[in-house]
């Protein structure tokens, strides 16, 4: 087993080039996150994870893939999911008549929710992606565009309930799931892929609220991504770089002993630390430093990928010079992801009779 791969990255396009392979065989890689411009159609999605695999087959093959419109593969057979607000909507529909049970509508969004965890995570596999950064636990507060139908619901205890209804779908198929945005992006308006979301509550108002979820699902979580937001009562710097949110709320107060990844370090919420721009090394080291055992890098392949080269080489360095220490523990949460059944090849998949009855409950 390797020391500790904490880098998630991406590759340029359909096919990998040499560059891709030279950085997928980089010790301090750990896994890959595909996007839209890596799709072409089924065969091409299968072959392109089945040579990632043959570069390191321990590589964890990830995508942003919730539904909605967050859904990068789209065709060729991928079912169209639909976002997740649909699910809370059918939660809180109980349908009109004298014989309609009460609750009945959050046992049939429960149920469906169920079914949409299966088959995303049953059709991912199939083409060789291994994990999906879903679900969403963010709540709908009506103010986040980013986050928007994405969202669940606007209570913690609807979208707790979905949410591992979802899961457990996931888990049917053979594949983990992470949480996100912890402990809660839904409140602020900004985006943090191009601004510096501030949420000014207090902590007790987001730890009733945003981030109940989170213990709430502790036993069951996966993984978790922290939001690049500042709770600047609770700490200066963002979610994910904040060793007070990561250790002492999420893992000490929370239970919560999974994979933590950062979000995206090539966002603006991701680069800004105690008001300095940072590099992506120095984002890297802090938000390891913080507590996450995962760091993503995305959308900086293409062209020469030097932003990429720079993070490998500079995480490297310094691991060396020890400005960030590797953790076995963070490794073996790593590899804990990766799924420890074979998929159902696609063809095989479309006559399951368990897929089937999903696809026959989505809304």
């Known amino acids: 087993m390797t020391e500790h791969a904490p880098i998630i990255l991406d590759v340029a396009g359909t096919a990998l080039t040499a560059d891709d392979r030279r950085r997928l065989a980089h010790p301090l890689t750990g896994g890959v996150i595909l996007f839209a411009r890596n799709w072409e159609h089924r065969a091409q999605l299968l072959q392109l994870t089945s040579a990632i695999k043959a570069v390191r ?3 964890l093959i990830c995508v942003d893939h919730e539904g909605g419109r967050v859904q990068r593969f789209r065709t060729d057979g991928f079912t169209h999911l639909p976002p997740m607000r649909v699910f809370g909507d059918m939660w809180m529909d109980d349908g009109k008549g004298a014989k309609t049970v009460p609750g009945s509508g959050a046992l049939r969004a429960s149920n469906a929710a169920t079914a949409a965890g299966y088959v995303l995570g049953a059709e991912l596999r199939a083409c060789g992606v291994d994990f999906s950064f879903t679900p ?3 709540l709908d507060w009506g103010e986040s565009g980013v986050i928007g139908d994405r969202a669940f619901h606007r209570d913690a205890r609807v979208v707790t309930m ?5 899961m457990h779908g996931l888990l049917q ?3 983990a799931h992470c949480g996100k945005h912890f402990p809660g992006h839904g409140f602020v308006r900004a985006d943090s892929h191009t601004e510096v979301p501030v949420d000014r509550r207090s902590l007790k108002a987001i730890l009733a609220d945003d981030a109940a979820p989170y213990p709430w699902l502790s036993s069951v979580l996966t993984s978790v991504m922290p939001a690049h937001v500042i709770y600047p009562n609770v700490d200066s710097r963002p979610a994910g770089f904040s060793r007070r949110w ?6 000490r107060q929370m ?5 933590i990844f950062s979000d995206d370090l090539s966002m603006e919420g991701a680069r800004r630390l105690d008001g300095q721009q940072v590099s ?4 890297a080291v802090a938000a390891l430093e913080a507590g996450c055992d995962l760091v993503l ?10 932003p990429v080269d720079e993070l490998l080489d500079g995480l490297l360095a310094a691991r060396d010079q020890g400005a960030w220490q590797p953790s076995v523990d963070s490794e073996a949460r790593r590899l804990a992801l990766v799924p420890q059944t074979l998929p159902h090849a696609w063809d095989d998949l479309m006559y399951q009779p368990a897929y089937r009855q999903a696809l026959d409950l989505l809304p």
């Open 57 to 59: 087959d321990d590589l």
């Open 297 to 306: 890098l995305c959308n900086q392949s293409m062209g020469k990928g030097e």
């Open 162 to 166: 979905l949410a591992k209804s979802l």
């Open 173 to 175: 198929a053979g594949m």
């Open 136 to 138: 969403v636990l963010d």
């Open 280 to 283: 992506y090394t120095d984002a």
């Open 255 to 259: 239970r919560f002993d999974g994979a």
């Open 246 to 251: 990561l250790q002492d709320i999420l893992r």
